[in-house]
């Protein structure tokens, strides 16, 4: 599955929050989309899952614009959301049987896939018969992982997929995504922790105000760029600043 972003736009109050972006997603690919807080990378994701329409410019999979067939669209890829919105009043298994069957698959085999996947990703049997209104943080995004995964889609869009996951799970998934990419699947990693990006993907999209302002491999950035590190290839691209100075003076005020 290829997904190609061209001169994608999308404006709120005659802003541009995401200016003119164009990239591509391979078989194979793990990328990461990175930008700092406001940069546009969440309005992004959500014009290529189909939840906002774009202004301006194209989203195709496999050279078909996805507006066509939206729904076989969705059928082949898994999203996993910045936020976790989920409805508080089910349970863990009652929202993953719900997504699961959205999915088009029998229910059946959404029971065994959920029971088994909570297994693998430390979620407790007796956790699934709570409401997820009683869930932490990390739990939450256990089962969006989990919906994201049980209809074995093509690609991966995630968006800050490890907030809130112990040490554990955090393994767990990183070699999980390693994995997926090797047989085939494709991923966009969309995060502002460069740590995690550098530690994961081969690729770096860094958006800054809208706008790419580099596309690469990893190593190839930093060659270009000369650093050591991808922090400091963001710090020179995106930031801008000195952090080093910037961090003495907030000191003097803290101490003054």
Not at 179 to 190: E, H, T
């Amino acid at each position: 599955m290829r997904i190609e972003v061209e001169n994608l736009t999308r404006t709120f109050n005659r802003v541009n929050v995401v200016d003119g972006v164009s990239f591509r997603i391979d078989p194979g690919d793990l990328a990461g989309y990175l930008g700092p807080n406001g940069a546009g990378k969440s309005t992004t994701v959500r014009m290529l899952t189909g939840l906002l329409e774009p202004s301006a410019g194209a989203i195709r999979c496999d050279g078909t614009t996805i507006d066509k067939d939206l729904p076989a669209y969705r059928a082949r890829i898994g999203y996993v959301p910045e936020e976790t919105h989920l409805y508080s009043y089910l349970t863990g298994e009652e929202y993953l049987l719900m997504a699961g069957r959205l999915q088009g698959l029998p229910s059946r085999m959404v029971m065994d896939k959920l029971h088994r996947m909570a297994d693998l990703l430390c979620l407790r049997e007796v956790d699934l018969y709570l409401p997820l209104g009683n869930y932490s943080k990390g739990m939450k995004q256990k089962v969006l992982i989990i919906a994201a995964l049980m209809h074995r889609p093509e690609t991966l869009i995630l968006d800050e997929p490890f907030s809130g996951l112990d040490v554990t799970v955090t393994a767990i998934l990183r070699a999980f995504l390693n994995r997926f990419c090797a047989n085939g699947g494709s991923v966009l990693f969309s995060s502002h922790i460069l740590e995690v990006v550098e530690r994961l993907c081969r690729r770096v999209i860094i958006l800054h105000r809208g706008k790419i302002v580099a596309d690469s491999t990893m190593a190839e950035l930093k060659a270009i760029r000369r650093e050591d590190t991808v922090e400091e290839v963001f710090s020179r691209l995106v930031e801008q600043v000195d952090s080093e100075k910037i961090a003495g003076e907030i000191l003097a005020c803290s101490v003054a």
